[in-house]
């Protein structure tokens, strides 16, 4: 990989917030932008992506395929990942392709990925090992195959240098809490790895309707990784998904629109928006005592952003 297109994550900005809500609970409130490291592979796709792609190369495979909805943050890192670092790509596509297609399919299509749309109870095969030949007919060869959303085992090391990036920039991390958005609870898993020998805590907020079974996934990778599952390090929120994946309820848009004209901070309502809303509402609850510090993740996703 040449070193001139890979995203420079070495100087996110961790940013400072000041507002009424957070001076009248005491709270401080710094946000990492991972969002600013690239304008199309910043955020916490391409930690999912960067080892994969390394396996890829090692294993000889000229073409990365892997699943997505039709506006999949992820599908848009691997498209791009594939045209800066030269493999073919392939998107499986949950639903049809309406025309015109939406912006995020029409910029993967401009990054060479071909796109395969399948019905969506054709999709909840994905995970199923004989799927993609079928989807392939027999051209498999040189194919590798990445999980929806990143999630697989390079996935999760790939972001254990979250916990670096973190440590760099954090004064004093002791009784820190670390706020990010979950989706196959990927990034989490990697970002406690990379942390377990701090004392910050992590917390993670599902963006899906039942949760629940972050819980499950995330306690697995760690203890492939033989690291540290106590529940002392980190919990998971599963009553902040504002209705479930992708919707965006008034309240919602309402938030984001205040925070952003506080704010210079640009947030989409699926991941970051969400995540942020639930902060402030755990904050105006008083779920946080005097004197907390918390870091919140934008991991991006700007691409998705809707237009109003
Ligand atoms: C994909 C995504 C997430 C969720 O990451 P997981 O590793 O799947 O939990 C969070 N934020 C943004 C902006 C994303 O695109």
Redesign the pocket.
Known sequence: MSDADTPDFSRTPLTEISDDVLLAHDIRLQVLRLDLADPALG???WF?LQRNLALAKTQGADTLLSFGGAYS??LYALAEAGFRYGFRTIGVIRGELSEPLNPTLRYVQSRGMQLIPVSRSDYRRRDEPGFADELLGGRRKGVMVIPE???NLP?VQG?HVLAHLLAERVADPDGVEVC?????????AGLLAGLQHTRCFVR?YS?LKGGDFLREEITGWLQLQGADISPQRWAIETDYHFGGYARRPPQLSEFIRQFEAQHDIPL?P???GKLMAAVYQRICADLYPPGSRLVVMH???LQARPAD
């Open positions: 955020g916490n796709k999912k943050n992820h959303g990143g999630a996935g972001c990010l958005a979950c989706g196959t609870g990927t990034t989490m993670g963006v989409e699926v991941y970051t991991t991006g996703g």
